[in-house]
């Protein structure tokens, strides 16, 4: 595969940045509830709390959707992120629940869509398990049964009989959620924000949150925000702040790739005639999806960790080697699309959890924060956030809030996520695809019926 033009990008491949941003905060002032952090799940918890009313401010550091909400693949799941297994082991109770609150929340993005009109190419496909091998199969299906107790639906089939491209030995999909733009989505997400009562402050970076009694106080270059609550919706970012709870989260850095155009008769002789987005079942996934463009996006297999606050933001684009090594695995999982070329790559900041599940809950009595992606924050950070208001609003927290709040903001430190933990996950997986073979099952399975 071609990597020799590849438009490297420091925001995202799917979208420009917008023409309207919005001027930053220059003096101090007060409100009922200040957000900080203007992803879809901040913009969902502010256009929430002003649709019921609430008098509430939004700070983004940059402009609202310039974190890994324009940047992701677009594939809204509705079974729950993580490897599936250990949640299981770890978590067996709580698993109907999360796969309920998975499932709302894909229903919940389709219903924002609707409600705010937001052209943004949503295919309802659903999300493949896809098996590289007869060894991810055998996960794949054991994978089912767990979802299945909890109260998810989900298909088993061949590649043939889920409409799948061939190179895949077959797979497990998700009736629910799909394939979308995701910039697209949440450009329109911040149109709905931006069109509601809420006052936004673009490009307005937050540098100290405190609790100052029964008020909050956010620092920003030009001026002071006091609130009654705060909501830190800032993801990946949290960690800039002493208020924010230690190892809450770890930040990772992800690629997503897309090809140029593929001649529409090359696509059609994969057999991927359900259209559905592919996450493959290795330690750390790979994913596959169509665009209208004619395209294919794919990416993650090996992520980097983010070291030390602050984050690179509007600055890093992904590593040539690391684009490479996408573009080598894509030859291998479509080998009839071996000599298409990479056209652009962009990448962005996700946040895991230690236990690899969303998380909730309060600093006192009037601070909020959640991180909801663990890779499926495109339907959980849009839904956990608008939770998150009507838990303000109401008094009360709603059921689904319920599974992944958390009483005391106390994380254990994630150990696997250590470079050096996160390079031996994915030396496990190069050596489960050796010796499973799956570079001959692709070829093998790509070639035409005779
Ligand atoms: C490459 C990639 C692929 C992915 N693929 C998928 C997928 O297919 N499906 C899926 O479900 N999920 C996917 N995800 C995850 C998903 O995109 C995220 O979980 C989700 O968008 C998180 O939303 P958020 O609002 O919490 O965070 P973000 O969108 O990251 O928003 C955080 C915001 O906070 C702002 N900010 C940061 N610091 C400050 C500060 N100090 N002051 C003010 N503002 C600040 C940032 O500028 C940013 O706008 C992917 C993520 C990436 C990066």
């Not at 809204?76 to 698993?95: C, E, H, T, V, Y």
């Not at 006052?199 to 009654?228: H, L, Q, Y």
């Not at 994913?287 to 983010?306: A, D, M």
């Not at 992904?318 to 652009?344: H, I, K, M, Y």
Request: glycine share 10%; charged share 25%.
């Amino acid at each position: 595969m071609k990597t020799a033009d590849v438009d490297y990008r420091t925001f995202s491949g799917w979208i420009d940045p917008p023409s309207d941003v919005r001027p930053p905060l220059t003096r101090s002032l007060d409100c009922d509830v200040a957000v900080i952090g203007g992803g879809l799940g901040g913009m969902s918890t502010a256009l929430r709390l002003a649709e019921r009313g609430r008098d509430v401010v939004v700070l983004e550091s940059e402009f609202c959707g310039h974190g890994s909400s324009s940047r992701n693949a677009g594939q809204l799941a509705s079974a729950p992120g993580g490897d599936i297994q250990l949640l299981n082991l770890f978590f067996r109770k709580k698993m109907p629940a999360m796969s309920r609150l998975t499932e709302h929340a894909a229903l919940h993005v389709e219903d924002l869509i609707k409600r705010l009109g937001i052209d943004c190419d949503y295919e309802q496909t659903g999300n493949t398990f896809a098996a590289v091998s007869r060894g991810q199969m055998g996960r794949v299906r054991r994978v089912a049964k767990i979802l299945r107790r909890s109260g998810t639906e989900v298909r088993l089939g061949t590649s043939e009989e889920l409409g799948i491209p061939r190179g895949f030995v077959g797979g497990m999909r998700e009736t629910e959620g799909g394939i979308m733009n995701p910039g697209k989505f949440t450009r329109g997400v911040r149109r709905g924000l931006l069109s509601s009562s809420a006052r936004v402050f673009e490009r307005t970076k937050v540098t100290d949150v405190v609790r100052d009694g029964a008020r909050v106080v956010i620092s920003t270059p030009r001026g002071e925000v006091r609130a009654n609550r705060a909501v830190l919706a800032t993801n990946a970012f949290m960690g800039e702040w002493k208020i924010a709870p230690r190892h809450l989260a770890v930040p990772l850095w992800v690629i997503e790739v897309e090809t140029e155009p593929i001649a529409p008769e090359r696509l059609d002789a994969l057999g991927w005639t359900s259209r559905s987005g592919l996450v493959t079942q290795h330690n750390i996934m790979e994913n596959y999806r169509l665009t209208p463009r004619n395209t294919i996006v794919f990416g993650v297999r090996r992520i980097e960790r983010g070291q030390t606050f602050p984050l690179p933001a509007g600055t890093k684009s992904p590593d040539p080697g690391l684009v490479q090594e996408l573009a080598d695995a894509f030859a291998t999982r479509f080998p009839s699309l071996a000599d298409v070329a990479v056209d652009r790559a962009w990448g962005g900041w996700i946040a895991i959890t230690p236990s690899w599940l969303p998380v909730a809950g309060r600093i006192g009595d009037n601070v909020f924060y959640s991180i909801a992606c663990n890779g499926h924050g495109l339907g959980q950070a849009p839904y956990v956030g608008s939770l998150i208001a009507d838990l303000i609003v109401d008094g009360e927290r709603p059921e689904d809030l319920e599974v992944v709040w958390t009483r005391k903001p106390k994380f254990p430190r994630p150990v696997m996520m250590s470079p050096l933990g996160l390079r031996t996950i994915w030396a496990i997986d190069r050596f489960n695809d050796m010796i499973n073979g799956s570079r001959r099952n692709a070829a093998k399975n790509s070639r035409p019926a005779a």
